[in-house]
């Protein structure tokens, strides 16, 4: 069992920038990929950025620019750089962790997720 552990989150004003941070317990499987994701309520989770198992490095089209995913990967570690935060990016942020001992995996989906983090808030007025 995977334990990921999400920090970083609170409130901002439009235009500000929080940093999320998400602690792995371990990476499971020969080929393993993180990821953010949020969800607001009522809505469907959605994918927000990754680092799939061989390093490429992916964003949702309306972060682009402005989000930045890192890893240290000695540290079990994954962060999640956001700036000039918008409203709309107001959301519950999960942290996500896919495996697979066959074939490389990317965590762009949802359904390719095996465990996830708590949740953490981002608030953005404006």
């Known amino acids: 069992e995977v334990q990921l552990v999400e920090t970083g989150g609170g409130s901002v004003q439009a235009g500000g920038s929080l940093r999320l941070s998400c602690a792995a317990s371990?990476?499971?499987?020969?080929?393993?990929?993180m990821g953010w994701f949020r969800q607001v309520p009522g809505g469907r989770r959605e994918f927000v950025s990754s680092?799939?198992?061989?390093?490429?490095?992916r964003y949702r089209e309306s972060v682009k620019g402005r989000f930045t995913i890192s890893e240290e990967k000695d540290k079990k570690a994954l962060y999640l750089k956001m700036d000039s935060l918008k409203p709309e990016d107001t959301a519950m942020y999960y942290c996500?962790?896919?495996?697979?001992?066959?074939?490389?995996?990317?965590?762009?989906?949802?359904?390719?997720?095996?465990?996830w983090g708590q949740g953490t808030q981002v608030t953005v007025s404006s």
């Open positions: 996500a962790q896919g495996y697979s001992w066959l074939a490389s995996v990317e965590c762009t989906a949802w359904t390719n997720i095996d465990y």
């Open positions: 371990k990476y499971e499987g020969y080929f393993t990929c």
């Open positions: 680092i799939d198992s061989n390093g490429g490095i």
